[in-house]
């Protein structure tokens, strides 16, 4: 990735993660820092597991594989509203939205784009 692109990734206002197709982070931005409260140095190279609550962790397993075999996700162009989980164990509301990224045909990986909508979550609870 050329540095203007790896630049407006970092820049970028809302939380940014790729994912190969064995589910490993490879770009993790400063909005995902302060989402989930892992440095990059630490969420890349781990597993996606690491921001999905333990009770989705098989679905969410499952869903993948399925989209790294097919090439298609249910949610393509749709806003996703889901729990996810932080550095220290708490859970958060995040609204995200998936792009699969190709190279050559070849699926490399998932793209997403979060939203901590925890905040909006509570208030819309409280009314």
């Known amino acids: 990735m050329n540095s203007m692109h790896s ?3 970092e820049q970028a206002s809302e939380a940014v993660l790729f ?12 909005k995902a820092e302060l989402v989930f409260g892992y440095t990059s140095e630490e969420a890349i190279g ?3 597991a690491i921001i999905i609550p333990d009770r989705f962790l098989s679905r969410h397993q499952d869903g993948y594989k ?14 996703l509203s ?3 989980k932080r550095n220290d164990g708490s859970t958060i509301s995040i609204e995200f939205s998936v792009s699969i990224i190709r ?4 699926i490399l990986g998932v793209l997403a784009i979060i939203r901590d909508t925890t905040g909006k979550w509570h208030k819309t609870k409280k009314t």
């Open 7 to 9: 630049e407006v990734i």
């Open 46 to 48: 781990r597993p996606l």
């Open 103 to 106: 190279e050559k045909g070849e």
């Open 66 to 79: 399925g989209v790294m075999k097919t090439g298609v996700t249910a949610y393509d162009d749709e806003v």
């Open 19 to 30: 994912a190969d197709a064995n589910e490993i982070i490879k770009i993790w931005n400063k």
């Open 82 to 84: 889901v729990p996810a």
